[in-house]
Structures are given as C-alpha cells and as structure tokens.
T-cell receptor
Framework: EAQVTQNPRYLITVTGKKLTVTCSQNMNHEYMSWYRQDPGLGLRQIYYSMNVEVTDKGDVPEGYKVSRKEKRNFPLILESPSPNQTSLYFC?????????????FGPGTRLTVL | SQQGEEDPQALSIQEGENATMNCSYKTSINNLQWYRQNSGRGLVHLILIRSNEREKHSGRLRVTLDTSKKSSSLLITASRAADTASYFCATDAGGTSYGKLTFGQGTILTVHP
C-alpha cells in the first residue's frame, strides 16, 4: 500500500531532551516536507527536501533540523525541544512528474514538550 | 504568513444540505488544492484546480476558482454525516516554490444526521 508513515504517533517529552520524528514513504517520491499544525494557524511548512541531500527551510524552521540521506526517509530532529514546539506534526511527499500533483500526508505525530 | 483565509471558520448543517466553504489568497498561484482532515488525523487530498481552470467537479464536490478575485470555493452537495471534518485550502505558487503548499486556517464542517 502506498503510504507515508510517521513514528512515533504520540510523544511526550521534556524541555531540552533531543528527539527525532521519523518519516518514510514507499512511493519513490523525490519531494518531501514537514509541517506543523497549530490551532488557528493552519499548517505551516517547517522544512522541505527536493531530493536526496537537498533540503531547505520552510516558513518556520527555527528549532528544527532535517536530513535526507535516502529518498524514502526524511527525519525531523528537535535538538533541544521547547514547550512552544508542542504541536501536531505532519510529513508529506509529492510525486516529481508534474507540478500539479497532490501531496500525500502521513498520519501525524502529536508532540507535547513539558 | 498565511496565504489562504477561509470562511466560515465553522459551519453546521443538516444531512442532505449543501455546504459551501470559501478561500481567499494573496499572491499568484499555479494551482489550488482542497484537503480534508478528520479529527486529529492526516490530511487527505480532495481536489486540485489549476490556475487556468474556473470550475472542477469530483463526485459531490465542486470547486470554483476566480483568479481575478484570488478566491476559491468548495461546494459539497447532499452532505452526509461522514463529511464532518475540517477542510483546508492550500495554494501552490509553482516556480521556485515548487512543492510548497501554503494552507489556510480551515473550515470546521459539522453535518448533523
């Protein structure tokens, strides 16, 4: 089944404790992206990757890192999480062929930073 | 900044009625997409309309796009309780922004049986 998977789905952590949220897609998509969703703000893009070893900042990259060593994986790293990073996070991927294709979203990771 | 602004923020209707949601945006776009999100879950793509299209249909969904007014609307006809969800518009500016979607705040639709 074609899908985007994220792990963990739920995470409660404490301020300053490094964490990684994994994202994997099995559709051979080149483009992958991370969003965070907060009440009243919709979804905002954190980072995106056009292909392996090519990443760039989105609208709200502060406090996050990403890496793209393989096409299928695009982990989101919080080196020193803070309470304002409590949010619902989504990974998405998109096929490369035309500019009109929709994005496929993962199920989300609900992160709480105490 | 938020590209899309959606109206209304919340909509409550009875089963069988039509639901209309509106989206306005600020800059030029390559295409506009609508997504649905069931409570706390991932987004599911519903329909995409290109900047050179004015109307598009998919099942009970009808989307219009007015690039002169920088606005779009999503109409769900003969709504069902299962349509209860949040609906988001997302714009794709294309070009160097290829792949990036800018989302509105969403409309919460509640369909009462």
């Amino acid at each position: 089944e074609a899908q985007v998977t994220q792990n963990p789905r739920y995470l409660i952590t404490v301020t300053g404790k490094k964490l990684t949220v994994t994202c994997s897609q099995n559709m051979n998509h080149e483009y992958m992206s991370w969003y965070r969703q907060d009440p009243g703000l919709g979804l905002r893009q954190i980072y995106y990757s056009m292909n392996v070893e090519v990443t760039d900042k989105g609208d709200v990259p502060e406090g996050y890192k990403v890496s793209r060593k393989e096409k299928r994986n695009f982990p989101l790293i919080l080196e020193s999480p803070s309470p304002n990073q409590t949010s619902l996070y989504f990974c998405a991927s998109r096929p490369p062929d035309t500019p009109y294709n929709e994005q496929f979203f993962g199920p989300g990771t609900r992160l709480t930073v105490l | 900044s938020q590209q899309g602004e959606e109206d209304p923020q919340a909509l409550s209707i009875q089963e069988g009625e039509n639901a209309t949601m509106n989206c306005s945006y600020k800059t030029s776009i390559n295409n506009l997409q609508w997504y649905r999100q069931n409570s706390g879950r991932g987004l599911v793509h519903l329909i995409l309309i290109r900047s050179n299209e004015r109307e598009k249909h998919s099942g009970r969904l009808r989307v219009t796009l007015d690039t002169s007014k920088k606005s779009s609307s999503l109409l769900i006809t003969a709504s069902r309780a299962a349509d209860t969800a949040s609906y988001f518009c997302a714009t794709d500016a294309g070009g160097t922004s290829y792949g990036k979607l800018t989302f509105g705040q969403g409309t919460i639709l509640t369909v009462h049986p």
